[in-house]
């Protein structure tokens, strides 16, 4: 009687062939991180934290106001050496 190869059934099947089993572990790595990134996203657009327009509102109105003073707390010194600078130029 001669022997046929006939394929064995485990409980788990797979479609690829058996010298490609790698490839089987790529996909379900790759379909794992689809699954977490795309849960991270998700979750990433509930969350409400973080900075509303307010509060930038209020940032830019420091920044504002840092800037200003420094204006006016240097434009003496600043306005003497521009003065230097071209006192020097013929």
């Known amino acids: 009687m001669e022997r046929t190869n006939r394929p064995t ?6 479609a690829l ?7 089987e572990l790529v996909l379900k790595l790759f379909a794992f991180t689809q699954v977490f990134a795309t849960d991270v ?20 109105a420091v920044i504002t106001l840092a800037v ?9 010194n600043v306005r003497s050496a521009i003065e230097s600078v071209a006192n020097i130029l013929p």
């Open 41 to 60: 996203a998700d979750a990433l657009s509930r969350r409400e934290e973080g900075q509303t327009m307010a509060e930038y509102g209020v940032v830019l």
């Open 68 to 76: 200003l003073a420094a204006i006016t707390l240097l434009s003496d």
């Open 17 to 23: 062939p058996v010298n490609a089993k790698g490839g």
């Open 9 to 14: 059934f485990t409980t788990e099947q797979s």
